[in-house]
């Protein structure tokens, strides 16, 4: 199975701007009132299948591969896309990633 690299970095970017592409990516544990109440913010990973590598690095099917480019470009990230034969533990990892609902 092909999966598809993505890896990206935000040059001369503030703390600022890069911790909105996390939390819109990534998603994002909140709180209010003292912590009396937590939810979840959904970011756009969370109905995405992925494998994170490090920071800035992840692997998607191909088919999801161009929404997660056109969300870091509009980041301004600097975005590289290679296609890459998946490991067996990525495989299942992406075809049984239990999504939530």
Not at 20 to 38: F, N, V
Not at 78 to 100: F, G, I, Q
């Amino acid at each position: 199975m092909k999966g598809v690299l993505i890896a990206w970095t935000l040059p001369d970017v503030d703390k600022t701007r890069t911790s909105t592409l996390s939390k819109g990516l990534y998603g994002q544990e909140t709180s209010s009132h003292g912590g009396k109440y937590i939810y979840w913010r959904k970011g756009l990973l969370d109905d995405i299948p992925y494998v994170k590598l490090i920071r800035g690095v992840v692997i998607v099917k191909e088919k999801d591969s161009k929404r997660v480019v056109e969300f870091l470009k509009g980041y301004d990230a600097k975005v590289h896309v290679r296609e890459v034969t998946l490991s067996r533990r990525d495989e299942r990892t992406l075809s049984t990633r239990k999504l939530p609902s």
